[in-house]
C-alpha cells in the first residue's frame, strides 16, 4: 500500500497523471520510434563490427576484437531482437 | 430529448462498465497478477519492450485508436435515427468493445509479446497466420481507400479550407525541422506550427478553391490526398509524419474541447428523428448500422494496437485494464459526442455526411459565443485532418506490409518508392471506381471481422488455459455473423450492379464504376473466404484446446 502511495506520489498526482497522459496521446509514439530506430542503428554497428562472428566478414577481426567488450553488454538484447518472430503488425503500433 | 443526456448515459456505462464488469473479468477470469513479469519487465530492450508508465499508455493507446472512424461511423449511421447508434455505440462498447482491446492486449502479454501473426501460427494453425497477414493487408487496403475517398468528398464540399490542409502539411516540415535541426523548445515550435495552419485558414476563408467540375474537383482532392500519403510513405518518418500527426493532435483537440463546451452550454435538443426505418435505402439496420459504426463501438485496430504495441509496454498486469478497456470506453464518448454533433442539425437538410458535421458543430460553436459559421468551416477541418494523419499512416504500413508479402518473389518492391506507388496506386483505383458507401461498408465489415477474428483468438487461448471463455465468445460469434452477413450483402449488390451494369434504382453505370464493383464485390468475397477458413481452423483448435484442458482436468 505505501509502495503504491509512494508511486503515486512520484507521478505527482491527478495533475501528474493529465500531464503524461497528454503526454501519451501527444509525443509518446514519437519517442518510442526514436527510440527504434536508434536499436536499429546500433544493430547494424553491432553487423558491421561483430559481422566476421557471424560469417560477414565487414570489419577485420583484429577490429572486432578490439571493439568486443564494449558490444558485449548488448549482445543478449540484440540476439533477442533478431531471432524474435517478427510480422509486419510489428510496425503498426 | 436534451442531448446532454447522451453524454451522461455514456459516462454511467464508461463507470459501470470499467469499475465492475472489467473489473471482474480482470481479477476473477482472467486472473490479472501484479506480481507476474510483464514481456516489457522481462525482455526490456528499451525499444520495442519498455516498461511505461499506466497513464502514459492510456493516452498513447487512445491516441492509436481513435481515429476518424468513431467520428464519422456515427454521422454516416445517422440515417437510421440517433437511437439505434446510441444503443449500438453504449452496448456495443460494454458487451463487445473493451473484451477485444482488453483480450487482445493480455493474450500478447501472457504470450511474451507476441503478435497475433505468432499467436495464431501457435495456438491456432500454421496457415491462419497467412491467411491473417492477407487479411490484415486488404483491411488496409480499404482503410486507405475509405479514408482517401473521405478526404477528397470533405476537401471538395469545402472550398475554403485547403489552403489549411496544404500548410498543415508545410508547417508539420517546418515544426520537424525546429525539432530536431533546430533544437528550438516544443512549446514554441508548437505555437509556431499552429499559427502557420490557423492563419492560413483565416486567408482561405475569404475564397474558394475549386478545379472544374465537381466531379474533376473530386479527382484532384483525391489525387492531393494520395499524394499527400505518398509522401508520408516514402519520407524520413520525423520529417513529415511525426510532426504532422503532433500538430494535428491540437487541432482535433480544440475542435473537440469546443463541441464538449457547446453541449454543457447550449445543451441542444437532438434534432434528428430517434428512428427512422429498419432498412434505409438498399441497407437493412442489421447487420449495416453495425459495421458502420465500427471504432466507436469495437474495431479490430484496437486489437493489433493492443497485441503490438500496449502488450509491450505494460509494466504491470493490473494495468491492462485501466488502459486497454479505458481508453475503449472513452473512445466510446469520442463517438457519442460526434453522435450529438450531428444529431443537433436540421432534419431533411439536403446536405453531405461531412456538411452535416460541420453544420453541427456551428451549432455547438454558437453556444460558446462564436459564430457558427466558424464551426461549418472547423467541422470538415477536423473531417479531413483526422482522415488524412490516419491515411499517410496506413500507406506506409501497406508499403512495409508489401515488402514483407511479396518482396521475396518481387525484390523490386522492397524500394519504398515502388512499394509506396504499389500502395498509392491500389488506394487510388478502390477509392476513384468504388461507391463511397459500399466501401466504407467494406472497410467496416473488414474492421468488424478483425475484431471478431481477435476474438477467436482471445477465446482459443481462455480455453487452452481452462479459464472462462464465454465473456468472449459470446461476442465474437455476434460480430462474426453480423460482418459476415454485412460482406454477403454488400458483395451481392456490388456484384448484381456490375453484371447488371446499373444501380440499384436501375440507372445505367459509367464503366469505371462498374469496374469498381467488380474489384469492391471481389474484395469482399475474398474477405469473407479468408474469414471462413480462420474460422475453421479456429473452431477445430477451439474444440482441441477444450478436450485437452478436459482431459487434464479429468486426469
Given at each position: 500500500m505505501d509502495k503504491e502511495k509512494e508511486q503515486k506520489?512520484?507521478?505527482?498526482?491527478?495533475?501528474?497523471?493529465?500531464?503524461?497522459?497528454?503526454?501519451?496521446?501527444?509525443?509518446?509514439?514519437?519517442?518510442?520510434?526514436?527510440?527504434?530506430?536508434?536499436?536499429?542503428?546500433?544493430?547494424?554497428?553491432?553487423?558491421?563490427?561483430?559481422?566476421?562472428?557471424?560469417?560477414?566478414p565487414i570489419l577485420p577481426p583484429y577490429y572486432s576484437l578490439r571493439l568486443l567488450p564494449y558490444v558485449v553488454p548488448q549482445i543478449a538484447t540484440w540476439k533477442r531482437r533478431m531471432l524474435r518472430e517478427k510480422d509486419f503488425t510489428d510496425t503498426l503500433a | 430529448m436534451n442531448s446532454i443526456v447522451v453524454p451522461v448515459i455514456g459516462a454511467l456505462v464508461y463507470i459501470i462498465g470499467l469499475r465492475f464488469y472489467a473489473f471482474w473479468v480482470d481479477r476473477k477470469v482472467i486472473g490479472a497478477?501484479?506480481?507476474?513479469?510483464?514481456?516489457?519487465?522481462?525482455?526490456?530492450?528499451?525499444?520495442?519492450?519498455?516498461?511505461?508508465?499506466?497513464?502514459?499508455?492510456?493516452?498513447?493507446?487512445?491516441?492509436?485508436?481513435?481515429?476518424?472512424?468513431?467520428?464519422?461511423?456515427?454521422?454516416?449511421?445517422?440515417?437510421?435515427?440517433?437511437?439505434?447508434?446510441?444503443?449500438?455505440?453504449?452496448?456495443?462498447?460494454?458487451?463487445?468493445g473493451w473484451v477485444q482491446d482488453y483480450t487482445s492486449a493480455m493474450v500478447s502479454v501472457r504470450?511474451?509479446?507476441?503478435?497475433?501473426?505468432?499467436?495464431?501460427?501457435?495456438?491456432?494453425?500454421?496457415?491462419?497466420?497467412?491467411i491473417l497477414l492477407?487479411?490484415?493487408?486488404?483491411?488496409?487496403?480499404?482503410?486507405?481507400?475509405?479514408?482517401?475517398?473521405?478526404?477528397?468528398?470533405?476537401?471538395?464540399?469545402?472550398?475554403?479550407?485547403p489552403l489549411a490542409i496544404v500548410m498543415l502539411a508545410v508547417a508539420g516540415v517546418v515544426v520537424g525541422f525546429l525539432i530536431y535541426h533546430g533544437r528550438v523548445h516544443l512549446a514554441l515550435v508548437t505555437v509556431i506550427g499552429l499559427i502557420l495552419f490557423y492563419v492560413a485558414l483565416v486567408i482561405n476563408g475569404h475564397f474558394s478553391i475549386v478545379f472544374g467540375t465537381p466531379g474533376t474537383n473530386r479527382l484532384v482532392w483525391l489525387l492531393f490526398s494520395l499524394v499527400f500519403a505518398f509522401f508520408g510513405s516514402i519520407l524520413p518518418i520525423w520529417i513529415f509524419v511525426q510532426p504532422i500527426n503532433y500538430l494535428s493532435f491540437y487541432i482535433i483537440l480544440i475542435g473537440m474541447i469546443g463541441a464538449v463546451l457547446g453541449i454543457v452550454i447550449g445543451r441542444p435538443v437532438m434534432q434528428q428523428p430517434?428512428?427512422?426505418?429498419?432498412?434505409?435505402?438498399?441497407?437493412?439496420?442489421?447487420?449495416?448500422?453495425?459495421?458502420?459504426?465500427?471504432?466507436?463501438?469495437?474495431?479490430?485496430?484496437?486489437?493489433?494496437?493492443?497485441?503490438?504495441?500496449?502488450?509491450?509496454?505494460?509494466?504491470?498486469?493490473?494495468?491492462?485494464?485501466?488502459?486497454?478497456?479505458?481508453?475503449?470506453?472513452?473512445?466510446?464518448?469520442?463517438?457519442?459526442?460526434?453522435?450529438?454533433?450531428?444529431?443537433?442539425?436540421t432534419p431533411g437538410a439536403q446536405a453531405s455526411w461531412d456538411q452535416l458535421f460541420g453544420s453541427g458543430l456551428g451549432n455547438l460553436f454558437h453556444f460558446i459565443g462564436m459564430p457558427a459559421r466558424w464551426g461549418e468551416i472547423y467541422g470538415p477541418?477536423?473531417?479531413?485532418?483526422?482522415?488524412?494523419?490516419?491515411?499517410h499512416l496506413v500507406v506506409r504500413f501497406m508499403r512495409i506490409a508489401t515488402n514483407e508479402l511479396l518482396g521475396k518473389a518481387l525484390p523490386i518492391v522492397r524500394l519504398p518508392v515502388v512499394g509506396t506507388t504499389v500502395a498509392v496506386f491500389l488506394a487510388f483505383v478502390l477509392a476513384w471506381t468504388g461507391t463511397f458507401n459500399y466501401i466504407w461498408v467494406l472497410f467496416g465489415s473488414a474492421n468488424?471481422?478483425?475484431?471478431?477474428?481477435?476474438?477467436?483468438?482471445?477465446?482459443?487461448?481462455?480455453?487452452?488455459?481452462?479459464?472462462?471463455?464465454?465473456?468472449?465468445?459470446?461476442?465474437?460469434?455476434?460480430?462474426?455473423?453480423?460482418?459476415?452477413?454485412?460482406?454477403?450483402?454488400?458483395?451481392?449488390?456490388?456484384?448484381?450492379?456490375?453484371?447488371?451494369?446499373?444501380?440499384?434504382?436501375?440507372?445505367?453505370?459509367?464503366?469505371?464504376?462498374?469496374?469498381?464493383?467488380w474489384i469492391s464485390g471481389i474484395i469482399g468475397l475474398v474477405l469473407f473466404g479468408a474469414a471462413v477458413v480462420l474460422a475453421y481452423d479456429g473452431v477445430k483448435a477451439l474444440i482441441g484446446h477444450a478436450r485437452q484442458s478436459h482431459g487434464l482436468e479429468k486426469g
Open positions: 506520489k512520484k507521478r505527482g498526482g491527478i495533475f501528474g497523471g493529465f500531464r503524461e497522459f497528454i503526454y501519451g496521446m501527444a509525443a509518446h509514439d514519437t519517442a518510442r520510434f526514436a527510440l527504434k530506430t536508434r536499436g536499429s542503428m546500433e544493430h547494424l554497428f553491432i553487423l558491421v563490427t561483430m559481422g566476421d562472428m557471424l560469417g560477414i | 497478477d501484479g506480481k507476474r513479469a510483464t514481456p516489457a519487465r522481462m525482455f526490456a530492450d528499451g525499444v520495442d519492450f519498455m516498461p511505461t508508465s499506466r497513464n502514459i499508455l492510456f493516452g498513447y493507446q487512445f491516441k492509436s485508436i481513435a481515429g476518424a472512424a468513431p467520428v464519422l461511423g456515427p454521422i454516416i449511421a445517422i440515417k437510421w435515427g440517433w437511437l439505434p447508434v446510441f444503443l449500438w455505440i453504449l452496448l456495443g462498447t460494454l458487451f463487445i504470450n511474451d509479446g507476441k503478435t497475433f501473426g505468432g499467436i495464431s501460427f501457435t495456438l491456432i494453425s500454421p496457415r491462419a497466420r497467412t492477407i487479411f490484415i493487408y486488404l483491411y488496409l487496403l480499404l482503410i486507405a481507400a475509405a479514408f482517401a475517398n473521405t478526404v477528397a468528398t470533405a476537401l471538395a464540399h469545402a472550398p475554403r479550407i430517434a428512428f427512422t426505418s429498419f432498412t434505409v435505402g438498399s441497407l437493412p439496420l442489421w447487420p449495416m448500422l453495425f459495421v458502420t459504426v465500427a471504432c466507436g463501438a469495437i474495431s479490430g485496430w484496437h486489437g493489433i494496437v493492443s497485441s503490438t504495441g500496449t502488450s509491450r509496454q505494460l509494466e504491470n498486469e493490473l494495468d491492462a485494464r485501466p488502459v486497454a478497456a479505458g481508453a475503449m470506453f472513452l473512445e466510446m464518448m469520442l463517438a457519442l459526442i460526434a453522435l450529438v454533433i450531428v444529431g443537433v442539425t477541418v477536423m473531417i479531413v485532418v483526422l482522415a488524412i494523419t490516419i491515411l468488424q471481422l478483425m475484431a471478431s477474428l481477435a476474438l477467436l483468438i482471445g477465446s482459443v487461448w481462455l480455453v487452452s488455459e481452462n479459464k472462462k471463455a464465454g465473456f468472449a465468445i459470446v461476442p465474437m460469434i455476434f460480430m462474426y455473423l453480423t460482418t459476415m452477413a454485412a460482406l454477403v450483402l454488400t458483395s451481392k449488390q456490388l456484384l448484381y450492379q456490375a453484371v447488371s451494369r446499373t444501380d440499384l434504382l436501375g440507372k445505367p453505370l459509367t464503366s469505371a464504376k462498374i469496374a469498381g464493383n
